[in-house]
């Protein structure tokens, strides 16, 4: 993490990827027990406490420098606790976990891809001044 706040748009994407990357391992872990006995997904939440840090401001700009990013951090959650797909009581769903696993590998590649962009501008800013 860069110790700035004027590079918060960087950490910010940081922890971003951070959760994405742990959303991963915990895909990957529900998809390896999709045949225990009575194993329940289990999910990230991450999005929304960054979209509860932002809320309700008229210049995300200032925002995102100002936050602490201290309280940003992902939690892990078994989901639909009282859920069952099989009668072993297991509610581990292939193609939903397939699907998620898929859709984060975008979301963590698009968050790699932005921090590279965003690291671009701020090299091309001290080169030119």
Do not use: H
């Not at 971003?16 to 997904?41: G, M, V």
Request: charged letters at 20%.
């Amino acid at each position: 993490m860069v110790l700035s706040n004027a590079y918060n748009y960087v950490n910010v994407l940081s922890k971003a990827a951070d959760a994405s990357w742990t959303r991963n391992d915990i895909l990957a872990n529900n998809i390896a027990n999709a045949d225990t006995p009575n194993f329940k997904r289990k999910d990230v939440q991450f999005e929304t406490y960054l979209a509860n840090l932002v809320a309700g401001t008229d210049s995300l700009d200032e925002t995102v420098a100002g936050l602490d990013l201290n309280e940003l951090n992902c939690t892990t959650y078994t989901d639909q606790v009282n859920l069952s797909y099989r009668y072993d009581g297991n509610n581990v769903d292939m193609n939903t976990e397939s699907v998620e696993l898929a859709k984060n590998q975008l979301k963590y590649y698009t968050l790699m891809n932005s921090m590279n962009q965003e690291f671009s501008r701020l090299k091309t800013a001290l080169k030119t001044s």
